[in-house]
């Protein structure tokens, strides 16, 4: 082979080489661009789904309130949505309240501190499948239920139905329950996974938290039976830290008519007496009863003199009503059902207003009906209410609710320089007073003033005496009472 023919073929292997290493080089290049890049979108879709996560977490998210529950209601009916609701809080990955609560927040009840006045009412959580994830919300009082001994499927679908334009609900459940059977496992579960939850001496396993578990009686049970409230006392009695008996609920049949006062007193002396025969290593469940915000004034001072006697704990004002309030604008309002929300606030704080001064300060009364921000909840304390339950704007609202309610309460009090308790005891001024025993004293004066007289001053000071008995307690008319004996004398 000649000389140039080799340096021919020299130069175009050179040539070849030479783009085989560029080649190689861009492939290289490429590749690296593309592990870059790869681990570029990688962290950045890690970094942005913590931070999604950490926002999510928070109750208080934006996400909560304005997507959340307006996407729900228009991909859902009512009650599909408020199971998709209870299946979140029920599996974990519900967000949580974050912050503590303010100390002007804390609430003395019974012989209990609670850490804010926020709880839930019964009816969102019936079988007691979210406890946990509805606590993380930051209520300081989870009702559950209500419960029925046996399973019942309650009324025909639809049975729950918005009214937006009102921030109302109407539903006509019906009591739908899994039975005592089933919650009463779901909460001993409960105990199993908590750390010391038998030496714990609250039922709800949290310091300054209350579980409650609302009584419901069987569609198939006779109206005035009694059995069914009493099993539920022993059934759930040991795992609550109060006990609700719900006689008010407008969707069961002859169910209102237990508010009477003769069946009233019947059942809560019986369901008291069954309650204090359980044996208990910690303190008793408090009894409380449920009542319809529908009851006349001739009624709600039937109730009281009924819960005075059996010397129950405490009343819930109100359940729905089945009024349908002037200015009620949404279609659905043609609907059967007891109405909660918005417009079921001057009927609760009526009813409220009517039976603070028929009990005393010792038996607090819970304020249930339309409270949607601070500013209601406090009204609600300085009308007579002790703390306060949310359902319907909790629906309307989303998982912040809680939070956000109770950071305008802690706005307002600060505004007014007071505390919860403060506007608490404002409310419970007008509270119901032992009767002085004035008649002993008319006893007195009437016969035995002439008595007296006639036998001497020795007779009329042993009357001074028994007047002083009779009056200790003020010591005033003490004062004004015995001065005017002995102006007689003279």
Not at 97 to 102: G, L, S, Y
Request: aromatic residues 6%; glycine residues 8%; contains cysteine.
């Amino acid at each position: 082979m000649s000389l140039a023919c080799r340096s021919s073929s020299l130069r175009t292997l050179t040539r070849v080489q030479v783009r085989r290493h560029a080649s190689t080089y861009a492939q290289s290049e490429s590749s690296f661009a593309r592990n870059v890049k790869a681990v570029a979108y990688s962290t950045t879709f890690a970094v942005g789904l913590t931070l999604f996560a950490v926002y999510y977490a928070d109750s208080r998210s934006a996400i909560h309130r304005y997507v959340v529950p307006p996407l729900s209601r228009v991909l859902l009916d009512a009650e599909k949505a408020h199971k998709a609701a209870l299946g979140v809080l029920k599996s974990g990955l519900g967000p949580s309240d974050q912050i503590p609560d303010d100390e002007l927040l804390r609430v003395e009840l019974w012989d209990k501190v609670l850490s804010n006045p926020v709880g839930l009412a019964a009816g969102f959580d019936k079988d007691g499948e979210a406890v946990n994830g509805l606590f993380d919300l930051g209520f300081a009082w989870v009702e559950i239920g209500s419960i029925t001994p046996k399973p019942q499927p309650g009324n025909p679908q639809p049975r729950v139905f918005h009214l937006p334009e009102d921030q109302a609900v109407i539903n006509r459940y019906g009591f739908p329950s899994k039975g005592a059977t089933l919650v009463l496992s779901r909460l001993q579960a409960r105990y199993a996974t908590r750390n010391a939850a038998e030496n714990h001496p609250n039922g709800s396993l949290l310091d300054n938290k209350i579980l409650s578990i609302n009584l419901g009686k069987n569609k198939s049970s006779a109206p005035d039976s009694l059995s069914d409230f009493l099993l539920g006392v022993q059934t759930f009695g040991p795992l609550a830290d109060v006990l609700v008996v719900n006689v008010s609920s407008p969707n069961t049949p002859g169910l209102r008519g237990l508010q009477s006062r003769g069946m009233l007193i019947e059942l809560l002396d019986a369901v008291k007496r069954e309650r204090d025969s359980l044996h208990m290593d910690r303190a008793l469940p408090k009894l409380l009863v449920k009542i319809a915000p529908d009851l006349s004034e001739e009624e709600l001072t039937d109730v009281a003199e009924a819960v005075r006697e059996t010397g129950i704990d405490g009343v819930i004002v109100s359940n729905t009503t089945i009024q349908r309030p002037e200015g009620v604008k949404s279609a659905n309002k043609k609907e059967a059902g007891g109405l909660s929300g918005v417009p079921l606030k001057p009927l609760t704080l009526r009813a409220l207003k009517t039976l603070r001064p028929l009990l005393p300060a010792s038996i607090p009364i819970v304020g249930c009906g339309g409270i949607a921000t601070g500013a209601d909840a406090l009204e609600y304390a300085r009308a007579g209410a002790t703390t306060v339950q949310l359902y319907t704007s909790f629906a309307y609202g989303g998982a912040g609710t809680p939070r956000r309610i109770k950071d305008e309460i802690v706005d307002e009090l600060r505004r007014s320089n007071q505390s919860w308790m403060d506007a608490v005891r404002e409310g419970q001024k007008a509270a119901w007073k032992e009767p002085q025993e004035a008649h002993g004293l008319v006893t007195i004066v009437a016969p035995e003033v002439t008595s007296a007289i006639k036998e001497g001053s020795g007779a009329f000071t042993a009357m001074g005496e028994q007047l002083i008995n009779i009056l200790k307690t003020d010591s005033h008319s003490v004062e004004d009472k015995v001065q005017q004996p002995e102006s007689v004398v003279q």
